[in-house]
């Protein structure tokens, strides 16, 4: 499943059917894995940059785990379940306690403010 995550958004990327949204590289939805995880995180139509302000076509991402999309102009949250990369990270590795979960990306601007639906996607893994 990761490979075939993998090769959809370089087949995205080489058709030019880019447009504004965020990918899991890795895992895939539906992957069973082990700790720790390494999450591969990527974006189409916009820019990756460190925060600190806003502009425009840039932001940075935000992996919440076990819970929902942050809405359009709200301030993602920094707590347990909600992981900033602020630094322009697209890389990360989690421990995750066994059994199901929910992974979701949510890029935000330079402040925090969240693109919304349009830039989310959330997948669900099994940790072993």
Not at 65 to 81: H, L, N
């Amino acid at each position: 499943m990761k490979k075939r995550t993998g090769l959809l958004f370089i087949a995205v990327l080489l058709l030019g059917g880019c447009s504004d949204a965020v990918y899991f590289r890795s895992p895939g939805d539906g992957d069973t894995v082990s700790n720790p995880i390494k999450v591969v995180m990527s974006v189409c139509g916009k820019d990756v940059q460190p925060a600190g302000e806003a502009v425009e076509g840039t932001g940075h991402h935000h992996l919440i785990i076990d819970g929902d999309c942050v809405p359009a102009g709200e301030t993602v949250p920094k707590d347990e379940r909600h992981m900033h990369f602020g630094k322009g990270q697209t890389e990360a590795m989690l421990t995750l306690d066994p059994g199901a979960h929910t992974l979701t990306l949510q890029f935000a601007n330079g402040v925090h403010s969240s693109f919304g639906d349009d830039m989310c996607k959330t997948i669900n893994i099994i940790v072993k």
